[in-house]
Nanobody, 127 residues
Framework: QVQLVESGGGLVQAGGSLRLSCAAS????????MGWFRQAPGKEREFVAV????????YYADSVKGRFTISRDNAKNTVYLQMNSLKPEDTAVYYC????????????????????WGQGTQVTVSS
């Protein structure tokens, strides 16, 4: 019933910027947190950033700190990822994820099991 749809991916030159959006839809939607992950061909999926829904606390992977910014619009049930100073190594399929169930055991936002995933949007950074 819950769908996550990413948009905003595309081709950009190194040093450029791109803004990704993830819209959550469904009759009801209430998430604990929404995050972004990415996966390059032949590599494992990696955590990028997450934002808590109520307080808006943000957490980032070391590889994107200072370059990426995650934000949310509660009224639109949408999360954004502003990506600046893009590098070729940022090339990957970017996935939006949502945690809906109450967190009873927490280790880290990166290792947390998310309940819903989008189909992904391709981001390609050329040099």
């Amino acid at each position: 019933q819950v769908q996550l749809v990413e948009s905003g991916g595309g081709l950009v030159q190194a040093g450029g910027s791109l803004r990704l959006s993830c819209a959550a839809s469904g009759r009801t939607f209430s998430s604990i947190a929404m995050g972004w992950f990415r996966q390059a061909p032949g590599k494992e999926r990696e955590f990028v950033a997450v934002i808590t829904w109520n307080a808006g606390r943000t957490y980032y992977a070391d590889s994107v700190k200072g370059r990426f910014t995650i934000s949310r619009d509660n009224a639109k049930n949408t999360v954004y990822l502003q990506m600046n100073s893009l590098k070729p190594e940022d090339t990957a399929v970017y996935y939006c994820a949502a945690r809906v169930d109450v967190i009873v055991v927490f280790t880290s936002w990166a290792k947390l099991q998310y309940d819903y995933w989008g189909q992904g949007t391709q981001v390609t950074v050329s040099s």
